[in-house]
């Protein structure tokens, strides 16, 4: 199989290996990794991680797309964060302006990517927009990072087990 392009990774529709699920990586975070296949076939390195804080429920949920082909550095292709506890800042990135973004947002491939050096915008996606309308649960946030990401089978992935505090709060 030939070599595919980042371009031509991002655009494919792509579907998750197996059965993955939440692991707790620390005591702050739980943690998501798994493959990916396109046409069947699973493509080395391509990969979706997922991160959401132990301590927020329905908070702090991130999606991130990336290729790490071995022996080379890992490539950001795309990311969502749902709810998220810090403020991303974009700089002045043509064509969109100076932002500060508190909110649910995204960095698409399509802003972080430059046609014409074939390649990602330096840093770690630093171009995002504001997810509008805010998903108003986890599971319409996966819907979204499905239809964004193009990865068919994401709502497989099931909810962080979140500490559910009972009436008292504990």
């Known amino acids: 199989m030939a070599m595919r392009t980042l371009l ?4 494919a529709q792509k579907t998750i290996v197996g059965k993955p699920r939440w692991d ?8 998501l990794s798994c493959s990916l296949d396109i046409d069947g076939v699973t493509i080395e ?16 949920v991130r999606f991130h797309l990336q290729y790490a082909p071995s022996n080379k550095p890992c490539i950001g292709l795309a990311r969502a964060e749902w709810r998220p506890t810090k403020t991303h800042t974009n700089r002045n990135f043509e064509p ?7 909110a ?3 960095h698409r491939f399509e802003h972080n990517w430059m046609p014409e050096l074939q ?9 995002a927009v504001p997810i509008k309308p805010d998903p108003r649960s986890y599971l ?7 239809k964004e990401f193009r990865i068919g089978g994401l709502e497989s992935v099931g909810r962080p087990s979140w500490f559910e505090a009972d009436l008292f709060g504990v």
């Open 8 to 11: 031509e990774l991002f655009e």
């Open 24 to 31: 707790i990586r620390d005591s702050m975070w739980f943690c």
């Open 119 to 127: 390649k990602m915008r330096k840093g770690d996606l630093p171009v």
């Open 96 to 102: 969109l302006p100076f932002a500060r973004i508190s």
């Open 140 to 146: 319409e946030f996966v819907e979204f990072v499905a």
């Open 104 to 106: 649910s947002h995204i």
């Open 45 to 60: 390195g391509l990969e979706l991680k997922g991160g959401a804080s132990q301590s927020l429920p329905d908070r702090a």
